[in-house]
């Protein structure tokens, strides 16, 4: 579905990404994992050409996005990103139904999208009539999640979706859009921190280090076998979180 061949990107002396290549294929979720610095966002907005590149070639769906106007080829993809990037004249509702509007949806019909979205990520209905500016910054994350998926889009890319949650609704809507990824075999390429997240979540995990991917593979190739120490630091959080866990949970089972 997705094709990424030798893409780079230099901002002046800087080389940001290094003429990396992979594929994603059709209904599967691939994380970028990797320090900040690593080359991540930058690599995920070029997928729907936010940032263009400086060498390489990403194809969608076996067209070159290069070839498809900016504006056009977006539409087709739904993106939420660190930032948001609300728009702050319009109503929470307005930004979730945007792109369904440009793409000439009945108006009875993006309301009923909206309200579905919002109670999927865990909203109030009556939000949608609010500005952006009212919401917290955990509210302005998942209307951003919202928003990318409205059209129903076979794409999606996701730069830190969850990141401003508490740990609980955190965890829920992990869940929740693992579940739908699944049952709507979107495909997705997810850019997180989180090293557990990734490994709960992806079918395939790559870890980008200084521009360059050090790392392709399933979460349990990487845990059994990390190319570079780099990975293993990486994996050493969670792995050390799970050895808490478990002895936590072994104490208590003697208690």
């Not at 579905?1 to 030798?6: D, F, G, H, S, T």
Request: hydrophobic fraction near 45%; charge should be positive.
């Amino acid at each position: 579905m997705i094709e990424v061949c030798r893409l780079s990107k230099r901002f002046g002396a800087t080389l940001a990404v290094d003429a990396i290549s992979f594929e994603v294929e059709r209904g599967e979720l691939l994380a970028l994992v990797g320090g900040s610095g690593s080359g991540k966002t930058t690599t995920l907005k070029m997928l729907n050409r936010l940032i263009e590149p400086s060498a390489g070639k990403v194809r969608i769906a076996g067209d070159d996005v290069a070839r498809i106007p900016g504006h056009q080829l977006r539409r087709g993809i739904g993106y939420a990103f660190q930032q948001v990037g609300l728009f702050p004249h319009l109503t929470v509702g307005e930004n979730i139904g945007l792109t369904p509007r440009l793409l000439g949806w009945d108006s009875a019909r993006i309301t009923a999208r909206v309200h579905e979205l919002l109670e999927m990520m865990e909203l109030e209905p009556a939000l949608a009539l609010r500005s952006p500016a009212a919401l917290s910054g955990g509210q302005a994350q998942r209307v951003g999640v919202a928003r990318a998926l409205a059209a129903h889009p076979n794409v999606l890319l996701l730069d830190e979706p969850f990141g401003a949650l508490d740990p609980l609704t955190r965890d829920r809507l992990q869940r929740s859009f693992y579940d739908l990824q699944r049952r709507l075999k979107l495909t997705v390429v997810l850019v997180t921190h989180d090293m557990a997240e990734a490994l709960l979540m992806a079918d395939r995990i790559a870890v980008l280090h200084e521009g360059r991917l050090v790392q392709l593979g399933s979460p349990q190739a990487l845990l059994h076998a990390p190319a570079t120490d780099y990975v293993e630091a990486l994996l050493d959080t969670p792995r050390r979180h799970a050895r808490v866990f478990d002895g936590l949970a072994q104490g208590a089972a003697r208690a």
